[in-house]
């Protein structure tokens, strides 16, 4: 069972006989995000993967690719969800919506059991364990994850490319080519997102730097 189906199955025994009487009421798809706005006017938000889609969605040959636009209004939600696992990446961009907007109804009831929202909190410093206001007791140690994420890097005015491979508790090591030193205040941005991260170089090799990043030390 994957994850969004074992979430699936959590919030469908969490909200009980509500759940089967909770429809579609509309559905938008845009080139970067889907939403979904529930009979119960809850609404839920997901990425769209339009990566994902071999050719564009007006083509006939493509038209199983989506939810039936005249019939997706009032539709159950777990029809819906049944997406989840879809090959077709438009309907699991809504399948993970309309399960968004579920878990928000089961906050709303007060059914989270150990789930929590944090706000004003930095994401990755949050899985890092770094997490600021985070409780100790729930900070962890991770080990380096191999990774491949370009980043764009400042240095003393001075703007570089680079690749992020790994990432560490509280740090990255950069491979990239450029005039480096230890100590160096050092911004960076991850091409993907857009977010932004500042850090000093603890390491300098031929073959890239070490950055150990400020806390707090996150913009957008």
Request: hydrophobic content about 35%; overall charge positive.
């Amino acid at each position: 069972m994957t994850i969004l189906n074992e979430t699936a199955r959590l919030v469908k025994d969490k909200l009980a006989l509500e759940y089967d009487t909770i429809t579609i009421e509309r559905v938008m798809i845009g080139v970067f995000f889907t939403g979904v706005k529930l009979s119960n006017g809850v609404g839920g938000v997901s990425y769209t993967l339009v990566k994902e889609v071999p050719q564009a969605v007006c083509c006939p040959s493509s038209a199983g690719r989506i939810f039936d636009p005249f019939k997706i209004n009032g539709m159950k939600v777990a029809d819906v969800l049944t997406a989840l696992t879809s090959r077709e990446p438009i309907k699991t961009s809504v399948a993970i919506a309309t399960l968004n907007a579920l878990s928000a109804v089961c906050w709303e009831h007060g059914l989270t059991d150990r789930y929590r929202i944090q706000a004003d909190i930095d994401a990755i410093s949050t899985k890092q364990g770094e997490g600021g206001n985070m409780p100790a007791q729930d900070r962890r140690e991770f080990v380096r994850r191999p990774v491949d994420i370009p980043v764009k890097l400042s240095v003393q005015g001075r703007f570089y490319d680079g690749l992020i491979k790994n990432m560490r508790n509280g740090g990255v090591f950069i491979e990239t080519k450029g005039r480096y030193s230890e100590g160096q205040d050092i911004s960076m941005t991850i091409e993907f997102t857009g977010e932004k991260r500042t850090g000093k170089i603890a390491r300098a090799t031929p073959e890239g730097i070490g950055v150990e990043f400020n806390y707090p030390g996150y913009t957008r």
